[in-house]
Nanobody, 126 residues
Framework: QVQLVESGGGSVQAGGSLRLSCAVSDYRSGGRCMGWFRQAPGKEREGVAAIGADGSTSYADSAKGRFTISKDGAKNSLYLQMNNLQPEDTAMYYC????????????????????WGQGTQVTVSS
């Protein structure tokens, strides 16, 4: 069982930055993918960024050039650096992990991951 706990959300003005963190209880076992998702009120959960066990990364078009996903095995943590935030980035952000052996692609769509954190709110004002 993988447990995920997000932190780092908050309120910022447009153009600002936030760094989300996700503490992972079972980081190294299974060679699994990890990812960040978000869900705004009235909208479906969508993938933002994903990282494979091999370190390869992928981003939603809305995140490219502004967001960076990274991981630190020594700290059992996943991160999402978000720059130039805009009001449309306002959402609940979730950390997710794939099941054992899951490729990066499994963490790019909401139906893929097997484990979810509780979420952290990001609010961007104009």
């Amino acid at each position: 069982q993988v447990q995920l706990v997000e932190s780092g959300g908050g309120s910022v003005q447009a153009g600002g930055s936030l760094r989300l963190s996700c503490a992972v209880s079972d980081y190294r076992s299974g060679g699994r993918c990890m990812g960040w998702f978000r869900q705004a009120p009235g909208k479906e959960r969508e993938g933002v960024a994903a990282i494979g066990a091999d370190g390869s990364t992928s981003y939603a078009d809305s995140a490219k050039g502004r967001f960076t996903i990274s991981k630190d095995g020594a700290k059992n943590s996943l991160y999402l650096q978000m720059n130039n935030l805009q009001p449309e980035d306002t959402a609940m952000y979730y950390c997710a992990a794939g099941r054992r052996g899951a490729p990066r692609q499994a963490c790019e769509v909401a139906a893929g991951p097997g484990y979810w954190g509780q979420g952290t709110q990001v609010t961007v004002s104009s």
